[in-house]
């Protein structure tokens, strides 16, 4: 069998390789060429991929809400076994169509050769935890659920094009974190400069830097900005980025809007209508907590077919009278015929890395880009914020806290020379230094939005910088 090289990385940065790494091949299935093929909107051979399937003596399904509940249906309907259904919220969701859904590991399997697991949680964060404890394990047969939903159920492609409606309406449907949304829409808007082609992928677009919940653990830090620093930007600043940005690129696959809280910015219909007045993007996904009371007036203009609002789920974190305000906020949305998005509560949730700089060499930077994409198919994730561009939610957090300024490792959208000359430079960037700050995940907590304030951005005295954990040391 073929496996991969994958780099993994130990807290120094440093490079480390496990004995075993994840097959790539299942069968007669070359993943690597099925998931480019998927990815790229090409159809596939189902009866070969099924058939290989198939051949397993065991196949568990990691991940039982609406992807993994999808893919097993779809499986069982094809008569294929499913051995195990695993879930940290086994006893919460207790069976799906009648079959028991039990704790992961809990069905532990001694013929690890010939077993399959078909991870079908979205979650970035998760699902690279999730590898690591495979891994750890000894399973080494793996599969992506959310590539099986895109190959085999999705009707999207390059014959007919991106379905929005089937994405908005089916829950286990990626939407805007679908790499087969990348391609396609560079194959319908190719590039206008073929020596700096600028078709995107996800882009977020931050309205503000202010959340009314508090939680430790937050990726996007809100709870280490200064009161003073708790803003909504102006709007006609925002409009200006959208429209110097979109004159720029050739194609967005996707664009989050979120903050800190997006509901809290009084003017986000406004840039929600900003937004919608380019056709080169496929979807725009508002990112809300859910608890923050939403105004009826906020979600005028708001019911088009490239429009959700997805919900998170932090409820079990929270005290009980933000549950009135989360299914009040739904009936709101529902009944302006806005698409949403309801999501699950994570009962384990990642910690992210501490801010400081770990002062590793070019040489670790370059292997942590490596890792870091490689764990996020589609590449990075880039984040619009108050005129400027950086490669990810980190790199932002990092600028815009005062850790650090890495001047020419963002691109300023007002200055409009050469734009799309820098933007790509910048893309195709083999390392930034920020990536030195970067622990990736450097634990995991039991759930998701638990409330108070850790600090990420000093390292206590004393304290090994590669271990230090924020409320666990």
Request: with cysteine.
């Amino acid at each position: 069998m073929e496996i991969d090289n994958i780099y993994e990385f130990d807290e120094n940065g440093m490079s480390i390789h496990f004995k075993r790494p994840f097959n790539y091949q299942i069968g007669n299935t070359d993943l690597l060429k099925f998931f480019k093929k998927v990815e790229n909107g090409d159809n596939i051979d189902e009866y070969e991929l099924l058939h290989n399937l198939s051949n397993f003596k065991n196949i568990i399904i990691w991940g039982c809400s609406a992807l993994g509940a999808s893919i097993y249906e779809y499986l069982t309907q094809k008569k294929i076994k499913i051995s195990y259904l695993w879930d940290i919220r086994a006893d919460e969701i207790k069976n799906i169509n009648g079959k028991k859904v039990s704790l992961p590991f809990s069905d532990d399997e001694n013929d690890k050769e010939n077993t399959i697991i078909i991870i079908c949680i979205s979650n970035n964060v998760i699902q690279k935890n999730i590898r690591l404890q495979l891994k750890s394990k000894g399973y080494y047969n793996v599969f992506l659920g959310g590539h099986l939903y895109m190959g085999l159920i999705c009707p999207s492609s390059k014959d007919t094009g991106i379905n929005n409606i089937f994405c908005l309406k089916e829950s286990p449907c990626l939407k805007i974190f679908c790499p087969r949304q990348v391609n396609l829409m560079s194959y319908k808007y190719p590039p206008k400069n073929r020596e700096y082609p600028l078709n995107m992928n996800s882009v977020t677009l931050i309205v503000n830097q202010k959340c009314n919940l508090s939680c430790k653990y937050c990726t996007s830090y809100m709870s280490q900005y200064n009161p003073q620093d708790k803003k909504n930007f102006p709007v006609e600043n925002i409009i200006r980025d959208i429209d110097n940005f979109f004159s720029t690129v050739d194609s967005v696959s996707s664009i989050t809007v979120m903050g800190g809280e997006p509901f809290l910015h009084p003017d986000i219909s406004l840039i929600i209508k900003a937004l919608l007045k380019y056709e080169k993007f496929g979807f725009i996904s508002i990112a809300t907590n859910g608890v923050c009371p939403i105004k009826p007036e906020q979600l005028e203009g708001l019911s088009d077919t490239r429009i959700c609002v997805s919900f998170n789920n932090y409820l079990k974190a929270l005290p009980e009278n933000f549950t009135e305000i989360f299914k009040k906020n739904i009936e709101l949305v529902k009944n302006h015929n806005v698409y949403y998005a309801e999501g699950s509560y994570m009962n384990e949730w990642a910690i992210p890395s501490t801010l400081y700089d770990t002062n590793v060499n070019e040489s670790s930077l370059i292997k942590k880009i490596f890792e870091c994409t490689q764990a996020i198919s589609y590449t990075r994730c880039h984040q619009l914020k108050d005129g400027k561009i950086f490669p990810c939610d980190f790199a932002n957090s990092v600028h815009f806290l005062g850790v650090a300024d890495y001047s020419d490792e963002y691109i300023d959208l007002t200055i409009k020379d050469n734009l799309r000359e820098r933007l790509y430079k910048y893309i195709h960037a083999p390392f930034y230094k920020v990536c030195g700050h970067c622990r990736f995940q450097i634990g995991s907590t039991k759930g998701a939005a638990e409330q108070g304030k850790l600090d990420f951005i000093n390292l206590p005295a004393g304290t090994d910088k590669f271990a230090y954990v924020p409320g666990k040391i």
